[in-house]
């Protein structure tokens, strides 16, 4: 069965850093190409990014670009958002999702964590 | 402002069908497929539709989906309480990224 448990959200001041973790199981991490897709509150889906299943191709939205760093320790199962200089907008729900293929340049998440919590306020 | 299209809101009667469209550009659902994801209300969304037209084990027949052009639909038939929920459409776009609609919020009458 595969699982997605997502950590690390929490208040943050405005310009401040959190880390978010998504733990994988239950298929072959390193296969597959992973993403995070977030929800400020009320509102729609926003995708924020998608590593490779090796690591070596990211993709940002332009909304965290140069803020945000995804990356993977395939050794681990472990998926990461590192999210510098946050803004009171980047507040929401950041849920990582399973990419059905190894290719980053794909809309198909097969599978979502239950989402954690990013807090971004004074 | 969502690159893709949708009606933010649709109904309908249970057992009726109920349509929802998506409106994208030639870079995005004009030369990708779309999938269609489920959120009920306080979960994480859901993979519903795949690859325009097909459905992931586990999904009832009665979730369509199809795709012309630049727009695709979801189709809903045989309406029920349970079907109450946000449906949003997605696609990659040429120029490097996941697009999403900005969510239909479906209600069962």
């Known amino acids: 069965e595969v699982q997605l448990v997502e950590s690390g959200g929490g208040l943050v001041q405005p310009g401040g850093s959190l880390r978010l973790s998504c733990a994988a199981s239950g298929f072959t991490f390193n296969i597959y190409a992973m993403s995070w897709v977030r929800q400020a509150p009320g509102k729609g889906l926003e995708w924020v990014s998608t590593i490779s299943g090796s690591g070596g191709g990211t993709f940002y939205a332009g909304s965290v670009k140069g803020r945000f760093t995804i990356s993977r320790d395939n050794s681990k199962n472990t998926l990461y958002l590192q999210m510098n200089s946050l803004r009171a907008e980047d507040t929401a729900v950041f849920y990582c999702?399973?990419?059905?293929?190894?290719?980053?340049?794909?809309?198909?998440?097969?599978?979502w964590g239950q989402g954690t919590l990013v807090t971004v306020s004074s | 402002q969502s690159v893709l299209t949708q009606p933010p809101s649709a109904s309908g009667t249970p057992g009726q069908r109920v349509t929802i469209s998506c409106s994208g550009r030639?870079?995005?659902?004009?030369?990708?497929?779309v999938n269609w994801y489920q959120q009920l209300p306080g979960t994480a969304p859901k993979l519903l539709i795949y690859?325009?037209?097909q459905r992931p084990s586990g999904v009832p027949d009665r979730f369509s989906g199809s795709k012309s052009g630049t727009s695709a639909s979801l189709a809903i038939s045989g309406l029920q309480s349970e079907d109450e929920a946000d449906y949003y459409c997605?696609?990659?776009?040429?120029?490097?990224?996941?697009?999403f609609g900005g969510g239909t919020k479906l209600t069962v009458l």
């Open positions: 030639s870079s995005n659902i004009g030369s990708n497929t």
């Open positions: 999702a399973k990419v059905r293929s190894s290719s980053t340049g794909s809309s198909h998440f097969e599978y």
């Open positions: 690859s325009n037209d």
């Open positions: 997605a696609a990659w776009d040429d120029s490097l990224k996941v697009v």
